[in-house]
């Protein structure tokens, strides 16, 4: 039997609609959302990136502004910049381009952002904050896949799950928010012995690797749910995601397709945790 596919354009644009609502009900009170983000150098997807999340904050009512730097910019230019958005009221979100580049400390510049504006979930406020369950802006895609989980009933509780990748933005804190939702997890990387023996047993198998078709039907557990968060750009051009779709799909009990799985998810996340901060922002300005 065919797995059922987990449309992730389809629920993005329910989870942008409600950020919407919430976006326009703050305006009317004074506050528009705002968010700011910082790139560096010329990387061509995080150019087409930045411009999906500007297109996405403009049809949700989020203000937003790019700021760009060339390749060859100077660190504490940019940490000097962040600064000035730090204490921006017009501005309740930040966010840094990754990958930055080289002669850069990510670190440095990561931690630069005011706490209560790091939608991104990327400061190690936050991270710690995820570590102890108590999250205030939970790395989008990961919260993503989270939301994917809910929206489609999926049990997380006592259910194991595996997986792919360990990497600071997806894998570390996928495997946080899983742990926190009561499952038993297992984190794999490419230094991990005899990789199939550890997806096949996954009632949940998240992919997070950046290598095409890694993942065959042979890896998996009849009936699991496999969540793709790999975008691999092909030598034809085409976007393929890290599971073979057209053979997992059917032994799985649900799977993610790539486009149109996580990747709108990371999106609408970003608007969410965008919202949230101009709530509190707002809801400090009033003192409560
Ligand atoms: P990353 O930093 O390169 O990390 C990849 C991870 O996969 C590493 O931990 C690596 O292990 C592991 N890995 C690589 N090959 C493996 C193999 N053969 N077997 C087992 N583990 C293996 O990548 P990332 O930033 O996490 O991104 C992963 C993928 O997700 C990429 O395709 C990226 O484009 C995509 N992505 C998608 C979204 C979205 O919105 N859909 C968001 C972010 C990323 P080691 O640590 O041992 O090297």
């Known amino acids: 039997m065919s797995a059922k596919i987990i449309d992730g354009k389809r629920l993005s644009q329910e989870v942008?609609?409600?950020?919407?609502?919430?976006?326009?009900?703050?305006?009317?009170?004074?506050?528009?959302?705002?968010?700011?983000?910082?790139?560096?150098?010329?990387?061509?997807?995080?150019?087409?990136?930045?411009?999906?999340?500007a297109k996405a904050c403009s049809e949700t009512g989020i203000y937003s502004e790019v700021h760009e730097f060339p390749e060859n910019a100077d660190q504490d230019e940019v940490i000097g910049r962040i600064q000035e958005l730090n204490r921006n009221p017009g501005i309740h979100g930040i966010l840094v381009q990754l990958p930055l580049p080289r002669h850069f400390d990510s670190s440095r510049v990561i931690e630069s952002v005011a706490v209560e504006k790091d939608v991104d979930g990327f400061h190690l406020y936050?991270?710690?904050a995820?570590?102890?369950?108590?999250s205030i802006f939970p790395p989008c895609t990961p919260n993503g896949v989270m939301k994917m989980l809910e929206k489609y009933d999926i049990p997380i509780e006592g259910q194991h799950a595996v997986i792919v990748g360990r990497s600071n933005i997806v894998g570390k804190p996928m495997a946080l928010m899983l742990l926190q939702k009561g499952a038993t997890v297992t984190i794999?990387?490419?230094?991990?012995?005899?990789?199939?023996?550890?997806?096949?047993?996954?009632?949940?198998?998240?992919?997070?690797?950046?290598?095409?078709?890694l993942v065959t039907a042979m890896?998996?557990?009849?009936?699991?749910t496999v969540i793709d968060v790999g975008i691999n750009r092909l030598p034809d051009g085409k976007l393929a995601g890290d599971v073979d779709f057209e053979s997992v799909k059917e032994k799985?009990?649900?799977?993610?397709?790539?486009?149109?799985?996580?990747?709108?998810?990371?999106?609408?996340?970003?608007?969410?945790?965008?919202?949230?901060?101009?709530?509190?922002?707002?809801?400090?300005?009033?003192?409560?």
Do not use: F, W
Not at 36 to 48: E, M
């Open 16 to 53: 942008r609609g409600e950020c919407q609502a919430r976006a326009a009900r703050l305006a009317e009170k004074g506050t528009q959302p705002g968010l700011a983000v910082v790139i560096v150098g010329d990387n061509p997807a995080s150019i087409v990136y930045v411009r999906n999340k």
């Open 126 to 128: 936050n991270i710690g």
């Open 130 to 134: 995820l570590v102890t369950g108590s």
């Open 188 to 213: 794999c990387t490419s230094r991990t012995r005899n990789l199939s023996e550890h997806t096949s047993r996954a009632d949940i198998l998240i992919v997070a690797a950046g290598r095409p078709c």
């Open 219 to 224: 890896m998996v557990k009849p009936g699991a």
């Open 252 to 288: 799985a009990g649900y799977i993610t397709p790539v486009p149109g799985g996580v990747g709108p998810m990371t999106i609408a996340m970003l608007l969410c945790n965008t919202v949230v901060a101009a709530e509190q922002a707002h809801a400090r300005l009033q003192g409560n």
